[in-house]
């Protein structure tokens, strides 16, 4: 963060979207720095480091989360049953035999079938889901750890910005144009009832979008929607509804944060993940961040 406020001209979303709205020209190397999910970890370790730079941030909310706390994404409903589970293969999933015998093993196969469902119907991912939950643990306490409202409260009147992230997290390539409809909608709308405002902002759960995804959500009235595409966001060219990211997880390293800033850095990383030819299927972090 102190590399991004002694180097870039770090934006809000609201100036952005003044910006954008009015055709008043952004400083040069500005940079929008994004959160996804919102975490309740944000709130006790990324805010205060904002906040003692002076930088500006959006949290992408997911909002049928906040105050459930027994309630986790159902990635983290995985995570949490391999981890705890004492079997040592999974057997009777789409996927076939998966071997559990080590660590390894299992994050391997979390890996797989959280991959695998991404790529189906929702509604059949969230039947593999509870399945293979059931499968790898008989008895289990799952939990989030997503902010509450009042948190996030108090966040927004410090000044952090919200934004719509759906509701319950869908793949939204994988549901119906309704059920697309209703996510975004009923997004925008419990943030309206909980913080008292929105702004037309919105975020793709896992990145994943196509052609009919930015047409409903164009639809309902969004004016900036976020991927996981990797790469700068180009101002002659510039999209509104597919917004490009640079991601951060904790496995990027000062270096390499610091190279993938830079515009030849942000081409390479968005050779490297294929993002130039296609929409990937991006690997969510816990702990993810970006910048635009």
């Known amino acids: 963060m102190q590399h991004l406020a002694r180097h870039y001209q770090v934006v809000g979303m609201p100036q952005l979207l003044n910006g954008i709205e009015s055709g008043a020209p952004l400083p040069k190397r500005a940079v ?13 370790i990324a805010w205060p480091i904002l906040k003692q730079f002076g930088l500006p941030a959006t949290m992408f909310v997911p909002t049928a989360y906040p105050d459930r706390p027994e309630v986790p994404f159902w990635e983290n409903k995985l995570y949490q049953a391999f981890k705890a589970s004492a ?3 999974l057997c009777g999933t789409p996927l076939g035999h998966l071997p559990l015998g080590d660590s390894e093993e299992k994050r ?24 293979v939950c059931a499968q790898l643990v008989e008895s289990q306490a799952y939990s989030g750890s997503v902010l509450s409202w009042e948190q996030l409260r108090q966040l927004a009147k410090e ?13 939204m390539t ?14 925008q709308e419990d943030l309206k009832r909980e913080i008292g405002t929105v702004l037309p902002v919105f975020c793709y759960p896992n990145g994943n979008h196509n052609d009919t995804v930015v047409s409903i959500v164009r639809n309902e009235g969004i004016r900036l929607a976020f991927t996981t595409l990797s790469g700068e966001n ?5 999209d509104l509804l597919r917004l490009r990211r640079i991601i951060i997880t904790p496995r990027t390293s000062i270096a390499v944060f610091y190279a993938r800033l830079l515009r030849m850095g942000a081409y390479f990383d968005a050779w490297r993940h294929g993002s130039l030819k296609k929409n990937p299927i991006a690997a969510r972090s816990r702990h993810q961040a970006s910048v635009v």
Do not use: W
């Open 108 to 131: 391997r196969g979390l890996r797989k079938v959280q991959d695998y469902c991404t790529t189906i119907p929702h509604d059949e991912a969230m039947r593999l889901v509870d399945s």
């Open 159 to 171: 000044g952090l910005a919200l934004g719509s992230h759906t509701r319950t997290h869908p793949i």
């Open 174 to 187: 994988q549901v119906t144009p309704n059920r697309m409809c209703q996510e975004i909608r009923g997004s």
């Open 87 to 89: 079997r040592t293969e």
């Open 234 to 238: 180009k101002s002659h060219s510039l």
């Open 32 to 44: 929008l720095i994004t959160f996804d999910d919102a975490y309740a970890d944000f709130g006790e």
